[in-house]
């Protein structure tokens, strides 16, 4: 028996460099789910999205219809490498974020938690930065459940 159907996919892989303070960011995106990296509450980098056309982004997939003929592979995702630093906030997610809710809207509404990270007093706080993680997911789910539920809202 076979499964069928298709994903996007955004990978990332975190590794640390000699300096403690300072890491190396790998990604690998396919499609249109992704991720932005802010540092001091400034969009440093959103993540290439990848589409054939309007509303068929680039996927893995699996069908038995003849009429389905996208098969993208490994080597069609776009890659970046970059430097991530303590304090970065990094935002992973799906077209539902990415097609809901501006960029904009994303990196306004992150700004409490880029203030909290950026001061360095709240790394022993785990506690603190789990809550205003939770604060943030929590509204990003409302604000993209809302736009689903809306007439209105083309998403």
Do not use: Y
């Not at 680039?58 to 219809?65: A, I």
């Not at 994303?106 to 939770?134: G, H, R």
């Amino acid at each position: 028996m076979s499964v069928l159907g298709s994903s996007t996919v955004s990978l990332a892989m975190i590794r640390q460099k000699q300096n403690e303070n300072n890491w190396e960011w790998h990604t690998a995106n396919l499609g249109d789910s992704g991720f932005l990296i802010l540092r001091e509450g400034k969009l440093l980098k959103f993540a290439d999205q990848q589409q054939h056309s309007l509303q068929i982004p680039f996927q893995f997939s699996l069908s038995e219809h003849p009429a389905v003929i996208i098969d993208d592979s490994p080597e069609d995702a776009s890659f970046w490498n970059g430097n991530v630093i303590a304090g970065d906030v990094i935002v992973m997610g799906t077209d539902g974020i990415w097609d809901n809710i501006f960029i904009f809207d994303i990196v306004s509404l992150c700004q409490d938690l880029c203030e909290a990270v950026a001061n360095e007093k709240i790394w022993s706080d785990i506690k603190q930065i789990t809550e205003l993680t939770d604060s943030l997911v929590n509204t990003l789910v409302e604000i993209v459940h809302e736009k689903s539920l809306s007439s209105s809202s083309h998403s």
